[in-house]
C-alpha cells in the first residue's frame, strides 16, 4: 500500500528552526515530484515547496524562499523541509505529497496522488 508519513513537528519558538522528514513507500518514489504543503485552521491548503524526481529542481512558495529548503533522498525514499526562522504565520499542519509530474500545475494541491497524513507545526511568539 501507498504511504507517506511525515514526522518532526513539534512546537517551536520564533526563529527558530525544524526539519520535517517524510518517508515514502508502496509506490517508484524516484519516479515522482515531492512537493510540501500547509494548512492553516479554517484556511485553504497552501503550497510550501516542491522538488523534481532527481532532485535538481526546486520550487517554494514566496513567503518561505530563503528559509525553507526542500531535499530528497532517493536511495532512502525520504523527502526533508528544513525550517529556519520560523514565524508565528508558518503555523500549520504541514503535508507530504506525491504527483507524476513537474509542470505548471504543482503549485495544485488537487494535482497531486498521494499524501501522509500531516504533522503540526506550531510557532511561538
Known amino acids: 500500500q501507498v504511504q507517506l508519513v511525515e514526522s518532526g513537528g513539534g512546537l517551536v519558538q520564533t526563529g527558530g528552526s525544524l526539519r520535517l522528514s517524510c518517508a515514502a513507500s508502496?509506490?517508484?518514489?524516484?519516479?515522482?515530484?515531492m512537493g510540501w504543503f500547509r494548512q492553516a485552521p479554517g484556511k485553504e491548503r497552501e503550497f510550501v515547496a516542491a522538488?523534481?524526481?532527481?532532485?535538481?529542481?526546486?520550487a517554494y512558495v514566496d513567503s518561505v524562499q530563503g528559509r525553507f529548503t526542500i531535499s530528497r533522498d532517493n536511495a532512502k525514499n525520504t523527502v526533508a523541509l528544513q525550517m529556519n526562522s520560523l514565524a508565528p504565520e508558518d503555523t500549520a499542519v504541514y503535508y507530504c505529497?506525491?504527483?507524476?509530474?513537474?509542470?505548471?500545475?504543482?503549485?495544485?494541491?488537487?494535482?497531486?496522488?498521494?499524501w501522509g497524513q500531516g504533522t503540526q507545526v506550531t510557532v511561538t511568539s
Open positions: 522538488i523534481s524526481k532527481s532532485g535538481g529542481s526546486r
Open positions: 508502496g509506490f517508484t518514489f524516484r519516479s515522482y515530484v
Open positions: 505529497a506525491a504527483r507524476p509530474l513537474f509542470d505548471s500545475d504543482y503549485l495544485r494541491a488537487s494535482e497531486y496522488d498521494y
